[in-house]
């Protein structure tokens, strides 16, 4: 379906030279609003805040570098032949959740084992806030209008898209043609996911280390569905989008580790810290 531009400015904010970009912006305000969940949580169960507050200000770095590292591995022919800098060009979007996950999760359980923790324990109070984080961060690939889908057809806009709010279409309208807003469809199913992750652990009290794998699991199948729609995705080999690769091993490996662990005696704990009867 055509239509006519209309993009929003990706900038924030000019000082000068420094330009403040909405993606930094907005990527920053998912990880605060999920600190400040996480560190009320942590407290709540009896631990001290500064944990959690020491695993994110860690694993926000890992996290960024692992997440670019993973990008551009997978997109290498892109910046082969271009300015090195632009390998490290993380305001112009281009970094990859699942390596961004892969920081985080290896900075927790270093961290963790250092200071004497359980690792699930921390798991399971940061999981609503990292799906939270990454319903936010949605936003930052539409400012910069990437991680859409492919063309919608006309009956698709009239039935869905023309009830959407205008800024959104307008957005998503990309050299004359409107794409399918798939950033909208991942942050729509995380912000469910963060619900459900809630009702989860308050109300049904899982074993240890269940809300987080619980978590892996929601992300990943929305995750393999969406990138399905994707016009940008980063493929392993042929027509096999990593992505969707990654997300079945999750599923498979998040599945059966719950498993293992119930059978093995590891998950001997509730969420709340009892023990499991």
């Known amino acids: 379906m055509t239509c006519t531009p209309e993009p929003l ?3 924030f904010l000019q000082l000068g030279p420094l330009s403040i970009y909405w993606y930094g912006l907005i990527i920053a305000t998912g990880a605060f609003l999920g600190l400040w969940i996480a560190t009320r949580e942590t407290e709540r169960l009896g631990l001290k805040k500064d944990y959690m507050v020491d695993i994110v200000v860690y694993a926000i770095p890992a996290a960024i570098i692992c997440a670019r590292l993973y990008y551009v591995i997978f997109e290498w022919d892109r910046y082969a032949g271009g300015p090195w800098w632009k ?6 979007g281009g970094i990859a959740i699942h390596g961004a996950l892969i920081g985080s999760v290896l ?3 270093i961290y963790t084992r250092v200071k004497g923790l359980s ?4 798991a399971d109070i940061a999981a609503p806030s990292l799906i939270l984080g990454q319903a936010i961060g949605r936003w930052g690939n539409f400012m910069n209008q990437e991680a859409h889908g492919g063309p919608v057809s006309e009956s698709f ?3 869905f898209m023309q009830y959407l709010p205008e800024f959104i279409n307008q957005q998503m ?4 043609t409107v794409y399918h807003p798939t950033f909208l469809y991942e942050s729509l199913w995380n912000i469910v996911g ?3 992750l809630l009702v989860l ?3 049904f009290n899982p074993r240890r280390g269940e809300v987080f794998l619980s978590y892996v699991i929601w992300y990943s199948v929305g995750r393999f569905f969406i990138e399905g729609m994707r016009t940008d995705s980063l493929y392993l080999f042929g027509e096999i989008r990593t992505a969707q690769f990654i997300s079945i091993l999750l599923v498979a490996g998040a599945v059966v580790l719950m498993v293992y662990r119930r059978k093995n005696g590891m998950a001997n704990k509730y969420y709340s810290g009892k023990k499991v009867k």
Do not use: S
């Not at 690792?119 to 921390?122: G, K, R, S, T, Y």
């Not at 309208?173 to 004359?176: S, Y």
């Open 157 to 159: 806009y009239n039935n």
């Open 201 to 203: 652990r308050h109300k």
């Open 107 to 109: 900075t927790a359980l």
């Open 194 to 196: 963060f619900i459900l």
């Open 87 to 92: 390998v490290f060009a993380v305001w112009e």
């Open 173 to 176: 309208c990309i050299d004359g």
């Open 119 to 122: 690792f699930w324990q921390m």
């Open 9 to 11: 400015n990706p900038v």
